[in-house]
């Protein structure tokens, strides 16, 4: 229910070139998500609208495991 607008939300930030959330074929529950911005400032307003939004207190303690690359801040 929630998943749905936060991928809209997301995808409608300047800068987002991209938002795919896809679930992991082998564990329930477990999703994997790709992400491309096109600065590190998109990139930054991203995270500080993630955390201040419904998405972020809904899923608050579920573990994350991120690989950022190509950002220079």
């Known amino acids: 229910m929630h998943l749905p607008t ?3 939300l997301t995808r409608a930030e300047a ?3 991209s938002f ?6 082998e564990i329930a529950g477990r999703f ?6 096109i600065d590190a400032a998109a990139f930054n307003h991203h995270q500080t609208r993630t955390r201040a ?8 303690g579920i573990a994350r495991t ?3 690359s190509g950002l220079e801040t």
């Open 6 to 8: 936060h991928i809209e």
């Open 15 to 17: 800068g987002c070139l």
């Open 20 to 25: 795919d959330v896809t679930p992991d074929p």
């Open 32 to 37: 994997h998500v790709a992400e491309e911005f």
């Open 53 to 60: 939004s419904v998405w972020a207190k809904i899923t608050d």
């Open 66 to 68: 991120y690989d950022i």
